[in-house]
Nanobody
Framework: QVQVVESGGGLVQAGGSLRLSCTASGSIFAINVMGWYRQAPGKQRELVATIISGRSANYADSVKGRFTISRDNAENTVNLQMNSLKLEDTAVYYC???????????????WGQGTQVTVSS
């Protein structure tokens, strides 16, 4: 019913920048929260940033001042601009969308397949 697709990962040197994009599509009635999470090898998945329509964004302390999340409600997209990347930012980045499908009265959490971000020295 709802599909979430990420793009924009890749290999970058430390100090560089990358921009991740995510689009939600399908039978969507409404979207509440959109966000990015990441999972490094051997670690649990962690929140990177979230944004609620009409409200301010929320960031993990480790990315504050370096990452910026933005959202286009008309296009059902959420972007993550990542600057001043560090080695420890290396992870698989997942997009998460809290959406209400047209066939339901409830909101559900949908995940993308993930996109690899690798920061090299």
């Amino acid at each position: 019913q709802v599909q979430v697709v990420e793009s924009g990962g890749g290999l970058v040197q430390a100090g560089g920048s990358l921009r991740l994009s995510c689009t939600a599509s399908g039978s969507i009635f409404a979207i509440n929260v959109m966000g990015w999470y990441r999972q490094a090898p051997g670690k649990q998945r962690e929140l990177v940033a979230t944004i609620i329509s009409g409200r301010s964004a929320n960031y993990a302390d480790s990315v504050k001042g370096r990452f910026t999340i933005s959202r286009d409600n008309a296009e059902n997209t959420v972007n993550l601009q990542m600057n001043s990347l560090k080695l420890e930012d290396t992870a698989v980045y997942y997009c998460n969308v809290e959406a209400r499908p047209t066939t339901s009265s409830y909101f559900f959490s949908y995940w993308g397949q993930g996109t690899q971000v690798t920061v090299s020295s």
